[in-house]
């Protein structure tokens, strides 16, 4: 996930506005995210993904292109999924949305792990995410 925050392109007070109005119009407010994949071009800046968290498949992060765009976070390393539910709690802490659609369509057969495991890493995010409102 490459994160954006929503000061980084609006000013802090937008969001909370933007829910706001949302829901004074009977409307609810989601958010559509993909935290396991990246823009590579954002890799090793401050607080975004490490080289080391991306997966590869035969030394690629996209098998299918020569020039990728974007890459795959390994959900097995330990290190990359805090770093993912990090950014993720962080961004659900600060635009506070009422549902959150997550989606992974970017799949690549990671090494060492099976695509059938995939799931239960996706799952075991989703197990350690605080469950109380607070950062573990």
């Known amino acids: 996930m490459t994160p954006r925050p929503p ?4 000013p802090r007070s937008i969001p909370a506005v933007f829910l706001h109005r ?5 409307l609810k407010f989601g958010l ?9 071009q954002t890799v090793n800046r401050p607080r975004l993904a490490r080289e080391r968290y991306l997966a590869t498949q035969d030394g690629r992060y996209d098998p299918a292109t ?3 765009r974007a890459a795959q ?3 097995a390393d330990d ?13 659900i802490d600060e635009v506070r949305p009422d549902y959150l659609k997550w ?11 099976a695509p059938s495991r995939a799931h239960v890493l996706i799952l075991r995010i989703v197990e350690e995410a605080p469950d109380d409102g607070t950062r573990r």
């Not at 000061?7 to 609006?10: E, G, N, P």
């Not at 290190?79 to 961004?91: G, M, N, S, T």
């Not at 989606?103 to 792990?113: E, K, M, R, T």
């Open 22 to 26: 949302t829901h004074a119009r009977g």
């Open 79 to 91: 290190a990359a999924r805090r770093w993912a539910l990090d950014q993720l709690v962080a961004l």
């Open 103 to 113: 989606d992974n369509n970017f799949w690549i057969n990671l090494q060492p792990v």
């Open 66 to 68: 020569t020039t990728p």
């Open 73 to 75: 976070v390994c959900l």
């Open 7 to 10: 000061h980084a392109v609006l």
């Open 32 to 40: 559509w995210i993909e935290p396991e994949r990246v823009a590579l």
